[in-house]
């Protein structure tokens, strides 16, 4: 179970930091990856970050501006987002899954998801 945490509302120009919080002892063993989804859009990969940390990717959208990060000693991971523009509003969502990969369907446990709001 994945419990995602830290959205709100923020002026454009501002930051947030996201949370995933997992349950289990195995977290550390599992790609986690961040995926938003506007309403009438299809969910867009954001970011992903390997079992161990230390390889993560981007999505060009949000390269320069957001930071995947995860403490498996914790189970939690984080989106760390910056500069936030109106387009980034959506819902964010964490995904685990035992592939590293941009695709949705490559992970097969999701949070409920956080509201992102940033006004212009």
């Known amino acids: 179970q994945l419990v995602e945490s830290g959205g709100g509302l923020v002026q454009a120009g501002g930051s947030l930091r996201l949370s995933c919080a997992a349950s289990?002892?195995?977290?550390?063993?599992?790609?986690m990856a961040w995926f938003r989804q506007a309403p009438g859009k299809e969910r867009e990969f954001l970011a992903l970050i390997s079992g161990g940390g230390s390889f993560t990717e981007y999505a060009d959208s949000v390269k320069d501006r957001f930071t995947i990060s995860r403490d498996n000693a914790k189970s939690t991971g984080f989106l760390q987002m910056n500069s936030l523009k109106s387009d980034d509003t959506a819902v964010y969502y964490c995904?685990?899954?035992?592939?590293?990969?941009?695709?949705?369907?490559?992970?097969?446990?999701w949070g409920q998801g956080t509201q992102v709001t940033v006004s212009s």
């Open positions: 995904g685990v899954g035992s592939v590293v990969t941009k695709a949705p369907r490559g992970y097969t446990t």
């Open positions: 289990g002892r195995t977290f550390s063993t599992y790609a």
